[in-house]
């Protein structure tokens, strides 16, 4: 167990917190006597992000249709109309 001082506490704490981070406990000492016993939270496991699924969106949207050249032109310069006033 490591030892500080309430002024490392209050001057040094990105010190202290990498003690935390690599699982110590710290007993603050103010005057030289013990004060608080300090540790870290245990880690919580990360948070999974479910990704949405854009193929099986598109797939759900348009299904296997794909597209001709001129199809394709053709939807750009429509959405681009408005763009162009």
Request: no cysteine; proline share 5%.
């Amino acid at each position: 167990m490591k030892t500080a001082s309430v002024r490392d506490l209050r001057n040094n704490f990105a010190k202290l917190e990498a003690w935390l981070e690599e699982g110590e406990q710290i007993q603050i000492e103010k005057r030289g006597k013990p004060f608080a016993l300090l540790t870290a939270l245990s880690a919580s496991p990360p948070k999974v992000i479910q990704m949405p699924d854009f193929a099986a969106r598109q797939k759900a949207l348009w299904g296997d249709r794909i597209f001709s050249e001129a199809e394709v032109a053709e939807m750009r310069a429509y959405e681009l109309e408005g763009e162009e006033g």
